[in-house]
C-alpha cells in the first residue's frame, strides 16, 4: 500500500471541513445506481459513529464510505438517504472529541502508518541484535562451560572464584596459560610471547571465560590478549597531553572545576587499548599516605575545584580501607560537592564489589554525591554476574556512567552499537561517553576507528532508541572535544532549517527573535 496516497486521503477526511461536505453534495449529472450493500455499510458506520464514544475511527470509516460512494456512483449522501445535520454532527464529534480539539480517530489511522513507517527502522535490528551482539546474558551457559574448564586447569576452587583475591592471584598472565584454557594458534603464542616482553598481559580467569572460543577477533579477547600487532605498528608513543597537566604529584587538571586523582596504576587486568598503557607496561603501584595527603592538599586549596574523580589505573584495585580514606577526605572539603569512581572492575572482576565496598559507597553517598563511572565496550562483557554488582553498585551511588572506546571489531557497528547502549540501560547503567580511540599510541592503532564511521554509527542511534541511552561521541586531545555532526543545516532568515538524523528530512525550525530577547520582558517592564 503506498502510504503517501492513503494519507492524504485521510487527512482530508480527518479534517472532515465545509469544502469536503460541498464536494459530497455537489451534485453531478451521470449518477449510477448504488448497490444496497454499499448503502447498508455506510449506514451501520453512522449508526456505530453515534454509539462509540472512546474513537472516531467509525466516523472516519463513514465518511470514507461516503466518499467512495460519491467517487464511483456519483451520489451524494442526500441522494442515499442520509441526514445532512446529523453528518454535520458526526464530523463536529469527530473534531471535538479529545480534549485538545484534534481528531482522535484520524490521527489513529494516520498514525498507525507513521508508526509502521518508523517501525521499519528498527525491524532489522530486532531481527538480528541476538546474533550480530550477543549479550552475556545470552552467551551464560556457555561462560559457565568456560568457566568450569578453567577453573579445572588453573587449579581454582569455587571461593578463589568468588573472591577479588582469588581471581587476581589466578589472573592468566603468560601464553602458555593462555593456551591452555583456550584454543588459541601457535603463532599467537609466539606473538604474546614476544610482546610481553613490552606490555603486561593479565586477564581475570572470570574475564577470560567470557571470550568465546571459535570466534575470530571475540570482542572479550581482542580487549584482553595482545597481539603482534601492539609491537609492529609503525610510529612513536605520543607523550600523554596529560602530563602538562598536572599541578601536583597524582592530580590530572584539565578544567577548572573537575580534576583526576590517578590513586594508583593497578588494573585487574590490562586492556590491549588501553590510553594509559604506559602504566601497564611498569610495575604496580599504590601511593604512599605522603603522596595522597599532597594531592588532597592541592585540591583543599583550590576552592573552584567541585568535582573530585578518584581513577588510576582502576580505583578498586585500592584497598576498601584506601577508598573510605580518599572519600571520608573528599566530603570532609567543603567545596567539593560531588565525587567520582572511575572502575573497569564490575566488568572483569565482579566479586570486587563487596559488601564492605557498597557500605563505603553508600556512606560517602549519603553525603556528597558519589558516582560510578567504568568502561563497557561490547554487549558480551554484560553478564549476569556483572549486571548483579552494578544492580548493587546502583543502589548506593547516585549514577554509573559508562565510557566506551569505539574499538574495531569491538563496536564498531551501528547494532552492536544500538545493542550495547540498550543492555547498558538494562544493567542499570547510563551511557556517558563514546571516546574515538587515542591517536597517541601506535600500540592499538589497528584498533582505531575513524571519526566519520564513529559518527554515522552515533547519529543512526537519534530516533531509534531512546534518548539517554545515546552517548555524547568525544575526542580526548587535551580534554573532552565533542564530534558529534551538526544538525542544523543552514539559517534562512529567523529560521533554522534542521536535518532529521534518522531521516535526512530538513525541517523549519523558527528561531527565538534575537531582538525581543535583547529587550525588557516581564517583571523587568514594570520597573519605573
Ligand atoms: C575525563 C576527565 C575529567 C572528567 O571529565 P568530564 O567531562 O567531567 O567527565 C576530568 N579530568 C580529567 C583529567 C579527565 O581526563
Ligand atoms: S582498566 Fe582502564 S586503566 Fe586499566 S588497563 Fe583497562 S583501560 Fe587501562
Given at each position: 500500500?503506498?502510504?503517501?496516497?492513503?494519507?492524504?486521503?485521510l487527512?482530508?477526511i480527518?479534517?472532515l471541513?465545509?469544502?469536503?461536505?460541498?464536494?459530497?453534495?455537489?451534485?453531478?449529472?451521470?449518477?449510477?445506481?448504488v448497490?444496497?450493500?454499499?448503502?447498508?455499510?455506510?449506514?451501520?458506520?453512522?449508526?456505530?459513529?453515534?454509539?462509540?464514544?472512546?474513537?472516531?475511527?467509525?466516523?472516519?470509516?463513514?465518511?470514507?464510505?461516503?466518499?467512495?460512494?460519491?467517487?464511483?456512483?456519483?451520489?451524494?449522501?442526500?441522494?442515499?438517504g442520509?441526514?445532512?445535520?446529523?453528518l454535520?454532527?458526526m464530523?463536529?464529534?469527530?473534531?471535538?472529541?479529545?480534549?485538545?480539539?484534534?481528531?482522535?480517530?484520524?490521527?489513529?489511522?494516520?498514525?498507525?502508518?507513521?508508526?509502521?513507517?518508523?517501525d521499519?527502522?528498527?525491524?532489522?535490528?530486532?531481527?538480528?541484535?541476538?546474533?550480530?551482539?550477543?549479550?552475556?546474558?545470552?552467551?551464560?551457559?556457555?561462560?559457565?562451560?568456560?568457566?568450569?574448564?578453567i577453573?579445572?586447569?588453573l587449579?581454582?576452587?569455587n571461593s578463589?572464584?568468588?573472591?577479588?583475591?582469588?581471581?587476581?592471584k589466578?589472573?592468566?598472565?603468560?601464553?602458555?596459560?593462555?593456551?591452555?584454557?583456550?584454543?588459541?594458534?601457535?603463532q599467537l603464542?609466539?606473538?604474546?610471547?614476544r610482546v610481553?616482553?613490552?606490555?603486561?598481559m593479565?586477564?581475570?580467569?572470570?574475564y577470560?571465560?567470557?571470550?568465546?572460543?571459535?570466534?575470530?577477533?571475540?570482542?572479550?579477547?581482542l580487549?584482553?590478549?595482545?597481539?603482534?600487532?601492539?609491537?609492529d605498528?609503525?610510529?612513536?608513543?605520543?607523550?600523554?597531553?596529560a602530563?602538562?597537566?598536572?599541578?601536583?604529584?597524582?592530580?590530572?587538571?584539565?578544567?577548572?572545576?573537575?580534576?583526576?586523582?590517578?590513586?594508583t596504576?593497578?588494573c585487574?587486568?590490562?586492556?590491549?587499548?588501553?590510553?594509559?598503557?604506559?602504566?601497564?607496561?611498569?610495575?604496580?603501584?599504590?601511593?604512599?599516605?605522603?603522596?595522597?595527603?599532597?594531592?588532597?592538599?592541592?585540591?583543599?586549596?583550590?576552592?573552584?575545584?567541585?568535582?573530585?574523580?578518584?581513577?588510576?589505573?582502576?580505583?578498586?584495585?585500592?584497598?576498601?580501607?584506601?577508598?573510605?580514606?580518599?572519600?571520608?577526605?573528599?566530603?570532609?572539603?567543603?567545596?567539593?560537592?560531588?565525587k567520582?569512581?572511575?572502575?573497569?572492575?564490575?566488568?572483569?572482576?565482579?566479586?570486587?564489589?563487596?559488601?564492605?565496598?557498597?557500605d563505603?559507597?553508600?556512606?560517602?553517598?549519603?553525603?556528597?554525591?558519589?558516582?560510578?563511572?567504568?568502561?563497557?565496550?561490547?554487549?558480551?562483557?554484560?553478564?549476569?554476574?556483572?549486571?548483579?554488582?552494578?544492580?548493587k553498585?546502583?543502589?548506593?551511588?547516585?549514577?554509573?556512567?559508562?565510557?566506551?572506546?569505539?574499538?574495531?571489531?569491538?563496536n564498531?557497528?551501528?547494532?552492536?552499537?544500538?545493542?550495547?547502549?540498550?543492555?547498558?540501560?538494562?544493567?542499570?547503567?547510563?551511557?556517558?561517553?563514546?571516546?574515538?580511540?587515542?591517536?597517541?599510541?601506535?600500540?592499538?592503532?589497528?584498533?582505531?576507528?575513524?571519526?566519520?564511521?564513529?559518527?554515522?554509527i552515533?547519529?543512526s542511534?537519534?530516533?531509534n532508541?531512546?534518548?539517554?541511552?545515546?552517548?555524547?561521541?568525544?575526542?580526548?586531545?587535551?580534554?573532552?572535544?565533542?564530534?558529534?555532526?551538526?544538525?542544523?543545516?543552514r539559517?534562512?532568515?529567523?529560521?533554522?532549517?534542521?536535518?532529521?538524523?534518522?531521516?535526512?528530512?530538513?525541517?523549519?525550525?523558527?528561531?527565538?527573535?534575537?531582538?525581543?530577547?535583547?529587550?525588557?520582558?516581564?517583571?523587568?517592564?514594570?520597573?519605573?
Amino acid at each position: 500500500m503506498d502510504c503517501e496516497v492513503e494519507n492524504t486521503n485521510l487527512n482530508e477526511i480527518d479534517r472532515l471541513d465545509i469544502q469536503f461536505f460541498d464536494y459530497l453534495y455537489e451534485n453531478k449529472p451521470d449518477k449510477k445506481a448504488v448497490p444496497a450493500i454499499e448503502i447498508d455499510r455506510a449506514k451501520e458506520w453512522l449508526e456505530l459513529s453515534k454509539t462509540s464514544h472512546k474513537l472516531t475511527n467509525p466516523i472516519i470509516e463513514l465518511f470514507k464510505k461516503l466518499k467512495s460512494i460519491k467517487e464511483d456512483f456519483g451520489a451524494t449522501p442526500a441522494d442515499i438517504g442520509f441526514n445532512r445535520d446529523i453528518l454535520m454532527l458526526m464530523a463536529q464529534k469527530h473534531k471535538t472529541t479529545d480534549e485538545h480539539h484534534v481528531s482522535i480517530g484520524g490521527r489513529v489511522m494516520i498514525s498507525a502508518e507513521i508508526v509502521k513507517k518508523a517501525d521499519a527502522r528498527v525491524e532489522e535490528y530486532l531481527k538480528v541484535r541476538k546474533e550480530v551482539a550477543p549479550t552475556g546474558y545470552e552467551l551464560w551457559d556457555k561462560m559457565l562451560e568456560n568457566k568450569a574448564k578453567i577453573m579445572k586447569s588453573l587449579g581454582m576452587s569455587n571461593s578463589d572464584w568468588d573472591s577479588y583475591g582469588g581471581q587476581i592471584k589466578h589472573a592468566i598472565t603468560s601464553a602458555e596459560q593462555l593456551a591452555s584454557i583456550i584454543d588459541i594458534p601457535k603463532q599467537l603464542v609466539e606473538d604474546i610471547q614476544r610482546v610481553s616482553h613490552v606490555f603486561r598481559m593479565r586477564i581475570s580467569p572470570y574475564y577470560a571465560s567470557l571470550i568465546m572460543p571459535n570466534v575470530v577477533n571475540d570482542p572479550v579477547l581482542l580487549q584482553s590478549v595482545p597481539t603482534g600487532d601492539m609491537v609492529d605498528n609503525k610510529g612513536i608513543e605520543l607523550e600523554p597531553v596529560a602530563s602538562d597537566h598536572s599541578p601536583a604529584r597524582l592530580i590530572d587538571q584539565f578544567y577548572p572545576r573537575v580534576l583526576t586523582i590517578k590513586a594508583t596504576n593497578m588494573c585487574a587486568m590490562f586492556c590491549t587499548h588501553c590510553l594509559r598503557i604506559a602504566h601497564i607496561s611498569s610495575k604496580d603501584w599504590v601511593s604512599s599516605n605522603n603522596t595522597y595527603e599532597e594531592a588532597l592538599d592541592y585540591i583543599r586549596k583550590d576552592t573552584n575545584i567541585r568535582d573530585v574523580l578518584i581513577t588510576g589505573g582502576d580505583a578498586l584495585a585500592l584497598s576498601n580501607k584506601k577508598i573510605k580514606y580518599l572519600l571520608d577526605e573528599l566530603d570532609k572539603i567543603d567545596h567539593i560537592e560531588i565525587k567520582r569512581l572511575g572502575s573497569r572492575i564490575p566488568i572483569m572482576t565482579p566479586q570486587r564489589v563487596n559488601n564492605e565496598l557498597l557500605d563505603i559507597c553508600e556512606a560517602s553517598n549519603e553525603k556528597k554525591p558519589l558516582r560510578f563511572v567504568t568502561q563497557i565496550n561490547s554487549v558480551q562483557e554484560l553478564t549476569p554476574v556483572s549486571k548483579e554488582a552494578f544492580k548493587k553498585l546502583n543502589r548506593v551511588t547516585s549514577t554509573i556512567l559508562n565510557q566506551a572506546v569505539f574499538l574495531r571489531g569491538i563496536n564498531d557497528d551501528k547494532y552492536k552499537m544500538w545493542r550495547l547502549c540498550e543492555e547498558l540501560q538494562n544493567s542499570y547503567i547510563r551511557p556517558y561517553y563514546l571516546f574515538n580511540c587515542s591517536f597517541r599510541n601506535p600500540e592499538f592503532a589497528h584498533m582505531r576507528v575513524p571519526v566519520e564511521i564513529g559518527r554515522d554509527i552515533v547519529e543512526s542511534m537519534y530516533g531509534n532508541i531512546c534518548g539517554d541511552a545515546i552517548p555524547r561521541y568525544l575526542a580526548t586531545a587535551g580534554g573532552k572535544i565533542p564530534l558529534h555532526r551538526d544538525n542544523v543545516v543552514r539559517r534562512e532568515g529567523n529560521n533554522i532549517i534542521l536535518k532529521k538524523p534518522w531521516s535526512g528530512e530538513e525541517v523549519e525550525y523558527p528561531d527565538g527573535d534575537l531582538n525581543e530577547y535583547h529587550q525588557p520582558f516581564s517583571f523587568e517592564k514594570y520597573q519605573k
